[in-house]
């Protein structure tokens, strides 16, 4: 697929942002207005159909996603509903989840920047396509988003390698061996 399609989407429980890097086009939705999810999530689908057409390669920022002490299962719940509706509510040509630090890394350098220093990085790159944001913090994301779909699309980064994981060993491995 060409890099022209690649579209970098970043979610947010009741909200949406979309940064298309090649056609110069960056664009947000926010729901929290609507107060009912199921309409919520049919707006939202609705509004990506029609928003983005259909031969492009969605690369999503998978949501950080908890249920450890203290999570706001609400929340964690509501994102991971946001994510499924952008992959249903069309015929997409593809979808790739990416990890925050991930693109993070790959595109500003650093996997661990919050929201000042993305969009500081956007600004002093590529101005033009941190103009297309309004300064939009999601918008910033979701343009640097589709930079990195774009570069892995061109061969420019990538894909991350998954290092294995390392066994634990039981606390009564010892006894069970004897």
């Known amino acids: 697929m060409s890099s022209t399609n690649d579209v970098g989407v970043d979610v947010g429980k009741r909200r949406l942002a979309i940064g298309w890097p090649a056609a110069c086009k960056s664009y ?15 707006n939202l689908s609705e509004w990506i159909a029609q928003t983005l057409p259909f031969d492009v390669h969605l690369w999503i920022e998978m949501p950080y996603l908890s249920n450890g002490p203290g999570a706001n299962q609400t929340t964690t719940i509501g994102m991971a509903e946001t ?10 040509a593809e979808v790739t989840l990416v990890g925050q630090s991930t693109w ?44 990195y779909g774009k570069m892995r699309s ?18 009564n491995q010892d006894s069970e061996a004897s």
Do not use: S
């Not at 947000?28 to 049919?42: A, C, F, M, Q, S």
């Not at 994510?83 to 997409?92: D, M, S, Y």
């Not at 000042?116 to 994301?141: F, K, S």
């Open 28 to 42: 947000n939705i926010d729901l929290k207005k609507i107060g009912v999810r199921n309409v919520e999530l049919l």
């Open 83 to 92: 994510v499924g509706v952008v992959k249903a509510a069309a015929p997409w």
């Open 104 to 147: 993070k890394a790959q595109v500003c350098g650093n996997g661990r920047f919050g929201k000042d220093e993305v969009a500081a990085w956007l600004l002093m790159y590529y101005p033009a396509l941190w103009d297309l944001t309004d300064g939009n913090e999601d918008q910033i994301d979701a343009m640097c988003i589709g930079l």
């Open 154 to 171: 061109e061969g420019l980064i990538q894909p991350p390698v998954k290092k294995p994981r390392k066994k634990r060993k039981r606390a």
